[in-house]
């Protein structure tokens, strides 16, 4: 194998087993703060309270949200590496729909950990959720209720999604796809550092208190596309349709070709058709990264 083949094939293997060991900070990390986290009542000072109050309350806050990051953004890019080098085709269509969702299950679990702040930020997010999932037309405001309810109870369910079903799903979805699940000595020693000194010499964002005025209110690194098509475009369509079609092509990917072929259309047709789909993907994924850099830059 040539060096740059292996340079890549390093990276290749490195992404997913420090991303386990993120994996695992997060949720020891998250199981620390579980004891002090209320989801009820004034949920802003309750996390301003676990800061500063509690020992080294700051410190499991700040490793669980570094090691959060970690473990999706390694996900994403472990996902993008098998995605580019074409590896779906080596899925069945059950196995590589399983590993989709669970990346997306995993990018809910980052949102509803924003929300949890209780900062204005945080509320914000948790608000423009809401009433993206009320426009659902017929049953928008029956399903927006299993997510989210306005009132006091606001942040209980996105709690229960966060610490506690995501979490389970998303484990048990990648059961079959991890072959070891404790990451070897290395990466745990390499992750742990990492997150370590990261917690220890990164200060942490200001939270906002949700009285305070403030001009532009950012979502999330991983939203801020998406509030950028909320300003020009109704939001069913900018926070539902899209994100939706924009999944469901990345899950018809491998059987493109099956689905062509049964419509006994020419083979060089299906090819195309095949190749098409991938990089309208390549392109929809680079404007979107795009959009991300842009409101993270100048704002969405
Ligand atoms: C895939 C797993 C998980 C990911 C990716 C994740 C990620 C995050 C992120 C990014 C935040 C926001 C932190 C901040 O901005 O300060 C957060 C908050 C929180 N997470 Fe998790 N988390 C995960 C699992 C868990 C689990 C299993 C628990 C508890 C059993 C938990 C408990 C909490 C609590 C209580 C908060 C709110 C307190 C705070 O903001 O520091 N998390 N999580």
Not at 14 to 29: D, K, N
Not at 157 to 174: A, D, E, K, N, S
Request: proline letters at 6%; a positive charge.
């Amino acid at each position: 194998m040539s060096f740059p083949g292996r340079i890549t094939s390093k990276i290749s293997s490195f992404l997913p087993r420090l991303g386990l060991s993120a994996l695992f900070l997060c949720l020891v990390s998250g199981v620390v703060l579980v004891f002090y986290y209320r989801p009820m009542g004034n949920v802003f000072q309750n996390v301003e309270e676990i800061t500063t109050a509690v020992p080294y309350g700051w410190f499991f806050r700040q490793v669980h949200y570094a090691a959060g990051q970690s473990f999706v953004i390694l996900m994403l890019l472990h996902t993008l590496d098998h995605f580019l080098r074409k590896r779906y085709r080596i899925y069945s269509l059950a196995e590589w729909l399983r590993l989709i969702f669970s990346l997306s299950l995993c990018f809910y679990t980052l949102f509803t950990g924003f929300v949890l702040k209780g900062d204005k930020e945080g509320f914000f997010a948790g608000r423009i959720f809401m009433n993206i999932l009320e426009k659902i037309p017929v049953a928008g405001g029956t399903i927006a209720k299993l997510f989210i309810v306005p009132g006091d109870s606001f942040f209980f369910l996105p709690y229960l999604y966060h610490c506690f079903f995501l979490p389970i799903l998303i484990v048990y979805l990648i059961r079959k796809h991890i072959r070891e699940w404790f990451p070897s000595q290395g990466f745990m020693f390499i992750g742990t550092i990492g997150l370590f000194l990261y917690a220890l010499f990164i200060k942490p964002s200001m939270d906002i208190p949700p009285e305070a005025p403030v001009d532009i209110v950012k979502g999330p690194w991983f939203f801020l596309g998406i509030q950028t098509f909320l300003k020009v475009l109704p939001p069913l369509l900018a926070g539902l349709i899209i994100p939706a079609v924009f999944v469901g092509c990345l899950i018809i990917l491998p059987a493109m070709g099956n689905i062509l072929g049964a419509l006994s259309l020419k083979e060089s047709i299906v090819h195309a058709g095949e190749n098409g789909l991938y990089y309208l993907l390549i392109a929809s994924i680079c404007a979107y990264g795009f959009l991300t850099l842009k409101g993270a830059i100048w704002g969405p």
